[in-house]
């Protein structure tokens, strides 16, 4: 494929998923053109998209897209496509280095110019909206994947699976779509952020720009080496009581249409009465979808606690699955019904058709959560003037009522427990170390990109009859496998279709334990009695 072939391509590809009006074929050439530094083209201004075969390319590599996403055929189509212009770049010496962070800036302003402006984008949706909330939200979906904010093709390289428990089913997930960084890039970052810190390149009163990754002003922002490029990116501004927040899709898909409501303006995360009223009104407005948030403490919270957010999606996640099997005691609220889910973290479960009258009553169940102690179980609510409990919500719209889950949490630590009591303990670190949050709170597990290649490699060195513990990057590993195949046959162990399911099957099993160690009460008939206590004191 040419550099004229692959430009013509992307014009008919932006034609045929709708991104790009004919009518400005020839704008988006000449934008093209100006970013690559050419000034003539020889080429189709108007060209018929025709299909391409991903096998086709210069290196005759098969595109990983059409070998898994075989039904999403924009995804296969794209990433042909803009290989060949990113590799041209690379030839013309436009980029910095020929690794993924250069090129991913470079693509997202190959796509900025085949694509409309944010002020098109809000109309559009704003006007399928008044139609119908789920075709607005499908369209905005997909123009998010065909505009390569979302990566399909990496996307459908992640592995995903579930796993039974005494709790329904668990999904194991290890995203790949977020790359992992190559060394160059770690260098060239780490004297970014020198500079930075020595005052140039952030705003007068020293922060950086973008404040962080979820602020307004990424939309559009080129990016940098230590901060992704965002030109391809758009945000719809959403109504949500007498408040506009911004919704936006997460471009690393953890599960289907994670999207993401965004506080406007840069401020740190809090969990109260407010955050309930907008969960609840969210789910009104797009009741096709879920929304939670993660936690306001360090710990328990997720990533970003810098700035107030929440994510959604339209997915069914196991936590939402699994039922409430003990009945609640909630006094004053007749018409709210409370009770306690079956699950590995502690789960009060609030129901009802009044939404003033749950948000009331969620608020009602912090506050006193929020002051709690319970020192049989390590539960203390503070130490000074450090606070400890909170609560991660979850809303859902289920048979015409409105349901909230708030999950109890508590992110004490001690001397034996530095990194939490309720945090995943040391053993499970090979599989998992970092915070348990809203997504993974819902039985969803995202695990770190390198246990593929570590279990690919654990697998490889039993199946040899190789000890683990002789193997560079797997010895940490192998405690763990020494302690499953005492279980299987030998047979079992020699045979690879099946030493993959066990292996998928024993890491689902951690990811189990996992959620049991950030739960402030044990599913046991003493954990639930003391939940019963705390339910009373409300």
Request: with cysteine; aromatic share 8%.
């Amino acid at each position: 494929m040419s550099f004229t072939k692959a430009i013509e391509n992307l014009i008919a590809y932006g034609n045929s998923t709708g991104i790009l009006p004919k009518e400005e074929n020839a704008y988006a050439v000449n934008r093209l053109l100006a970013l690559f530094k050419e000034d003539s083209f020889d080429g189709e201004i108007d060209p018929e998209f025709g299909e391409i075969d991903p096998k086709a390319d210069k290196n005759g590599a098969e595109s990983s897209a059409s070998a898994v996403c075989d039904a999403d055929k924009n995804g296969a189509r794209l990433e042909p496509i803009l290989k060949e212009l990113l590799d041209y770049a690379a030839e013309k010496g436009l980029l910095t280095d020929n690794i993924t962070v250069y090129r991913d800036l470079f693509d997202a302003e190959i796509m900025n110019c085949v694509m409309p402006r944010p002020l098109t984008v809000i109309d559009t949706f704003n006007a399928l909206k008044k139609e119908d909330c789920k075709a607005a939200t499908d369209w905005f979906y997909r123009f998010s994947q065909d505009t390569d904010y979302i990566r399909r093709y990496r996307l459908c390289k992640d592995v995903r699976y579930t796993v039974g428990s005494e709790y329904g089913e668990i999904v194991v997930t290890i995203n790949l779509s977020k790359p992992e960084k190559d060394p160059r890039a770690i260098a060239a970052a780490g004297k970014a952020n020198l500079g930075a810190a020595a005052g140039s390149g952030g705003k007068a009163s020293g922060e950086p720009y973008p404040r962080c990754q979820l602020c307004r002003e990424n939309e559009g922002y080129a990016g940098r080496v230590n901060h992704p490029g965002r030109a391809n990116h758009r945000i719809l501004p959403i109504t949500i009581g007498d408040e506009v927040w911004d919704l936006q899709y997460s471009p690393y898909g953890y599960y289907n249409e994670h999207c993401i409501l965004l506080n406007p303006k840069h401020v740190p995360m809090v969990i109260n009465r407010a955050a309930f009223d907008r969960l609840l009104t969210f789910v009104a407005k797009f009741p096709h979808y879920m929304i939670g948030s993660n936690a306001d403490l360090p710990i328990v919270g997720g990533s970003i606690l810098s700035h107030d957010h929440y994510q959604g999606g339209r997915f069914d996640f196991p936590m939402a699955l699994a039922k409430a099997e003990i009945s609640l005691p909630l006094k004053g609220f007749d018409n709210v019904s409370a009770g306690l889910v079956h699950w590995p973290l502690t789960v009060i479960r609030l129901s009802s058709e009044d939404r003033e009258a749950l948000s009331e009553a969620a608020e009602r169940v912090l506050t006193a959560w929020r002051s709690y102690d319970d020192p049989d179980f390590n539960i203390l609510h503070a130490s000074g003037d450090e606070k400890h409990n909170t609560v991660t919500p979850i809303a859902r719209m289920r048979d015409g009522k409105f349901e909230l889950d708030l999950v109890l949490r508590n992110n004490r630590t001690t001397a034996e427990r530095p990194y939490g009591l309720f945090h995943p303990r040391e053993e499970y670190h090979h599989i998992k170390k970092e915070n348990i949050g809203l997504i993974e709170v819902m039985g969803v597990a995202v695990l770190p990109s390198r246990l593929k290649e570590e279990l690919r490699v654990l697998l490889e060195t039993i199946l040899s009859g190789e000890d683990p513990r002789s193997m560079p990057g797997i010895e940490k590993h192998a405690d763990w496998a020494e302690d499953w195949m005492k279980n299987y046959s030998a047979d079992e162990l020699r045979d690879e279709e099946k030493l993959q399911k066990i292996i998928d099957c024993e890491v689902g099993k951690v990811f189990v334990k996992v959620l049991e160690d950030c739960g402030v009460y044990p599913w046991t008939e003493e954990g639930r009695a003391a939940v019963l206590r705390f339910m009373k004191s409300v």
